[in-house]
């Protein structure tokens, strides 16, 4: 499966290093495009093993605010 995720709060470089970090380590995604500069972040993954909410919350985690 397909999901855009609109991030606020991503600034630079690490920003964009730490969400797609924080993406990559959940189960089940299998592909993380960050947009630095529309804040959108295109994530492929696989519903079986990860959820919207799960993804918000590894965002919100390193301090971002996930909306969408």
Same mark, same amino acid.
């Given at each position: 499966?397909?999901? *855009? $995720? !609109?991030?606020?709060?991503?600034?630079?470089? +690490?920003?964009?290093?730490?969400?797609?970090?924080?993406?990559? *380590? $959940? !189960?089940?995604?299998?592909?993380?495009?960050? +947009?630095?500069?529309?804040?959108?972040?295109?994530?492929?993954?696989?519903?079986?093993?990860?959820?919207?909410?799960?993804?918000?919350?590894?965002?919100?985690?390193?301090?971002?605010?996930?909306?969408?």
């Amino acid at each position: 499966m397909q999901l *855009t $995720l !609109e991030v606020n709060g991503m600034t630079c470089e +690490h920003c964009e290093k730490a969400v797609k970090g924080a993406l990559e *380590t $959940l !189960e089940g995604v299998h592909g993380v495009e960050v +947009h630095l500069k529309s804040g959108k972040v295109d994530v492929s993954y696989d519903d079986a093993f990860v959820s919207k909410d799960l993804m918000k919350e590894a965002i919100e985690a390193q301090g971002y605010d996930a909306v969408g």
